[in-house]
C-alpha cells in the first residue's frame, strides 16, 4: 500500500504571502490531520478532516485553512505568511471508522518564511 | 484536555546501555498513548503505541513501553542502546481525534 506523502518537500517564502502545502493520504484512509512542528518542539495540532469536512481544530488562526478532496488528499493553506510560521508541516492520515485512529505520518514539508 | 510531559529534553547514554526516555500524560479518560521516533529532516516513524489490554507495549527496534495508570506515565525503555537509536523521541497522547505530543527528547548514543 502507498504511504502518506507530502509535497512539496521544501518551500521558501516571504512574509505576506500565502502558501499551499499538499497531502496523499495513505490508500484506504479517509482522515487527514495536520501538524506545525517547529524547530525543536513537538508537532503541535492544526486541524483534521474527515470526509471533506473539518473535525476538530487546534489553537492556530483563521489564516491556516484546509481542504479534504473527495479522494481524502488534502491541502493545508496559510495566509498572510509571518516569520514564525516557519516550520516543518506534517500531515497524517488514518482511518477514522476503527476503534482507535493510528495516525500515519508523511515525511513533511519545510516552510521557510523570510 | 490531554498533554504530555517528557522529562528531559536530551538523553545521553553509553552504545550498550540502557535507555530510558521519560513521558507522564494527563487525560480524563482511558488514554491512547504513542511513541514516535523523529531522525533529523525525516517525519514520525511509530515505534509502539497502547490502546488497550496489555500494560507492557513491545514495538519495533527493541523498544517497549509500560502503561501505569496510578503513575498517569509511560516510560519508553530499550535494554541496550545502539548508535542508531540516535534520534528525537516523542510521546504523544489522543482522546479523540487529535493528538497531543510532548515536546520531545533528544537521545545521544555515545560509542
Known amino acids: 500500500e502507498t504511504g502518506v506523502t507530502q509535497s512539496p518537500t521544501h518551500l521558501i517564502k516571504t512574509r505576506g504571502q500565502q502558501v499551499t502545502l499538499r497531502c496523499s493520504s495513505q490508500?484506504?484512509?479517509?482522515?487527514v490531520s495536520w501538524y506545525q512542528q517547529a524547530l525543536g518542539q513537538g508537532p503541535q495540532f492544526i486541524f483534521q478532516y474527515y470526509r471533506e469536512e473539518e473535525n476538530g481544530r487546534g489553537n492556530f488562526p483563521p489564516r491556516f485553512s484546509g481542504l479534504q478532496f473527495p479522494n481524502y488528499s488534502s491541502e493545508l493553506n496559510v495566509n498572510a505568511l509571518e516569520l514564525d510560521d516557519s516550520a516543518l508541516y506534517l500531515c497524517?492520515?488514518?482511518?477514522?471508522?476503527?476503534?482507535?485512529?493510528?495516525?500515519?505520518f508523511g515525511p513533511g514539508t519545510r516552510l521557510t518564511v523570510l | 484536555a490531554q498533554s504530555v510531559t517528557q522529562l528531559g529534553s536530551h538523553v545521553s547514554v553509553s552504545e550498550g546501555a540502557l535507555v530510558l526516555l521519560r513521558c507522564n500524560y494527563s487525560?480524563?479518560?482511558?488514554?491512547?498513548l504513542f511513541w514516535y521516533v523523529q531522525y533529523p529532516n525525516q517525519g514520525l516513524q511509530l515505534l509502539l503505541k497502547?490502546?488497550?489490554?496489555?500494560?507492557l507495549v513491545k514495538g519495533i527496534n527493541g523498544f517497549e513501553a509500560e502503561f501505569k495508570k496510578s503513575e498517569t506515565s509511560f516510560h519508553l525503555t530499550k535494554p541496550s542502546a545502539h548508535m542508531s537509536d540516535a534520534a528525537e523521541y516523542f510521546c504523544?497522547?489522543?482522546?479523540?481525534?487529535?493528538?497531543?505530543f510532548g515536546a520531545g527528547t533528544r537521545l545521544t548514543v555515545k560509542p
Open positions: 497524517a492520515s488514518s482511518l477514522k471508522d476503527r476503534y482507535y485512529n493510528e495516525q500515519f
Open positions: 497502547y490502546t488497550t489490554g496489555a500494560t
Open positions: 487525560s480524563s479518560v482511558p488514554p491512547y
Open positions: 490508500s484506504g484512509h479517509n482522515t
Open positions: 504523544a497522547v489522543s482522546e479523540d481525534d487529535d493528538m497531543r
